[in-house]
């Protein structure tokens, strides 16, 4: 860790935040991992705790053990968290992350781009490679929420009401629910543009009808459409 903060070079010691990508498997040496991040911590090291995939029931047992045991707190949790999977809502997550203290981060928030707006099966607007299997399936199913998504973006540039008088577009629309739950989106990204556009959704929020407005679309999906299939190292 030491190493991992001289590279970076910031004229500090320390690295913001350590994190344990995933839960090992079966628990095997789980507590030891997490004493080892706790040490750290304390020793400044790292500035914060992190983990990632971490389910509702494991991230408190997490919390607790941090807290109690260690005398450090519980800082992130890194989760796979759209409107296209939306299990961190379903299982209890968000309000046991909150409960404790942690923030959600949430990775993939665009759905692989589904949500960007850029893709239709109308008219014939799709990726290529394994993805274009896929965004063919979910398609058809995100009918509901991609129409609320155009409604809001249609309704917030007639009113002036994005970043900057800019367009307001789906993939805002799409961080900003991510931040409306509670977790900060990160996002992938490739060209200046969409650093742009992406930086521009920290100039605005979601108000809460508009929120409930996904939510429903959301729910008004038939069961088990128009969702991505979860992270394999998600925990309980």
Partial sequence: MKESSRRLDRGRAGVDIGQLHWAPPFGWQEKAYWAGLAEMKKEGSIKAIGLSNYGPKKL?????????????????????????STLPVQSGLVEIAASEGVRLIAYS??????LTGRYSMEKQRLPEGPRRILFKELLPALAPVLATMDEIAS?????NQGARGQRV????????????????PIVGLKKLDQAKEATAALEWKL??????????????????????????????
């Fill in 155 to 159: 309704e917030r540039t007639r009113k």
């Fill in 169 to 184: 577009t789906h993939s805002q629309i799409a961080l900003n629910w991510c931040r409306s739950k509670g977790a900060v």
């Fill in 60 to 84: 408190r047992q997490a919390a607790e053990t941090f807290r109690k045991e260690h005398g450090v707190c519980l800082a992130s949790n890194q989760v796979q968290f759209s409107l296209v």
């Fill in 109 to 114: 928030p665009l759905g692989l781009g589904v």
């Fill in 207 to 236: 108000t809460s009808a508009e929120t409930a407005a996904l939510d429903a679309a959301v729910a008004s999906m038939p069961r088990g459409t128009g969702q991505t299939v979860q992270n394999i190292f998600q925990t309980d």
